[in-house]
């Protein structure tokens, strides 16, 4: 009996490797090549100011993606934020997730969603290019060239 009981539990524990092996395989969600982000560029401001990201996620997958941050080496933090304006007040808070639905689009714009980089790492100059790695929720990273671009060229 404990011969019969040893091959099953042997039996059970390859079965579970397999298909722990199996699942690892499958995607958790789009892939790289369903989001495309263009027209990327950084706002820089004088001193040490926050920059400001813009661009235009496109998800061409079948599935809704949720953004839920961004990180890159030329910046202490990135965080997402929304500029709204209220009875005349401009106010700016912090977004902690951005859904976009299949076929759709999500822009970053002035005076609407942004990444706000702060704590740059070092100096950028208009013209510059930087990766920033775009975060998602259950699906791989999306890392982006944004070039820095001048204030009032927006």
């Known amino acids: 009996m ?22 690892l395989m499958v995607p ?3 892939s ?3 989001l495309d982000a263009m027209e990327a560029r950084m706002r820089l401001l004088p001193g040490n100011t ?13 599935e809704t993606v949720v953004l839920v941050g ?8 990135i965080e997402l934020h ?4 209220q009875d005349g007040m ?16 999500l822009t970053f714009a002035p005076q609407g969603y942004h990444l706000m980089l702060m704590a740059p790492s ?5 013209g510059d290019e930087v990766e920033i790695t775009l975060e998602f929720e259950q699906r791989e990273s999306l890392t982006v060239d944004f070039e820095a671009v001048s204030p009032t060229s927006m």
């Not at 070092?122 to 208009?126: E, N, P, Q, W």
């Open 28 to 30: 958790l969600g789009a």
């Open 32 to 34: 790289a090549e369903e």
């Open 122 to 126: 070092g100096t950028l100059s208009v």
């Open 2 to 23: 404990d011969v019969k009981r040893e091959l099953k539990r042997r039996i059970s524990a390859a079965s579970l490797g397999s298909l722990a092996a199996c699942l």
């Open 82 to 85: 929304r500029s709204m304006s």
């Open 50 to 62: 926050p920059a400001a990201g813009y661009f235009r996620l496109d998800n061409t997958g079948d």
């Open 70 to 77: 961004a990180q890159s080496e030329a910046f202490g933090s």
């Open 90 to 105: 401009a106010s700016m808070e912090p977004v902690s997730r951005l859904e976009v639905a299949p076929g759709e689009e």
